[in-house]
């Protein structure tokens, strides 16, 4: 499994951990990183993901809310609204990263950790995010 593949699986982790917890995402890092021994050089993305899912959260989860066709935020496996919020975080604020590895490596974790519907699902509410961000944008992937 590639570096940065490991490291969006542990943001998704650790993010689900932070949901059924309700604990602040920097204490659950910190015990994540403890308890699975992940090492100061294989922790910056996670935590740059997760930090800036928490300080964007609003933002992500009103894009993620305007693209959910006959679904209620509520409704959503939460594995499934995990994936698509780290994903659009991605598309949002990781400009380094093509869109189109963003929308591959979500797909394939929801289909290692969704349900059987869970990658079809993903991928259409992450290429109708990606469409309208980037036509707001006027670009590929768009600015910070």
Not at 35 to 56: C, M, V, Y
Not at 95 to 103: R, Y
Request: charged share 30%; glycine share 4%; proline share 3%.
């Amino acid at each position: 499994m590639k570096k940065r593949t490991k490291n969006r699986v542990w943001a998704l982790q650790a993010a689900y951990s932070q949901q059924l917890s309700g604990r602040e995402s920097g204490r659950i890092l910190e015990d994540f990183y403890a308890w699975r021994k992940i090492g100061p050089q294989n922790r910056e993305f996670t935590s740059a993901l997760l930090t800036a899912l928490d300080s964007h959260l609003a933002e992500v989860d009103a894009l993620l809310d305007a693209h959910l066709e006959n679904w209620s935020p509520k409704r959503l496996a939460v594995l499934d609204r995990l994936l698509i919020r780290l994903a659009v975080t991605e598309f949002l604020f990781f400009d380094d990263i093509p869109a189109v590895v963003t929308l591959d490596e979500y797909v394939e974790l929801a289909r290692l950790f969704g349900t059987e519907d869970s990658p079809r699902f993903v991928n259409g509410v992450l290429d109708a995010v990606y469409r309208s961000i980037s036509e707001k944008c006027g670009s590929k992937k768009p600015a910070e």
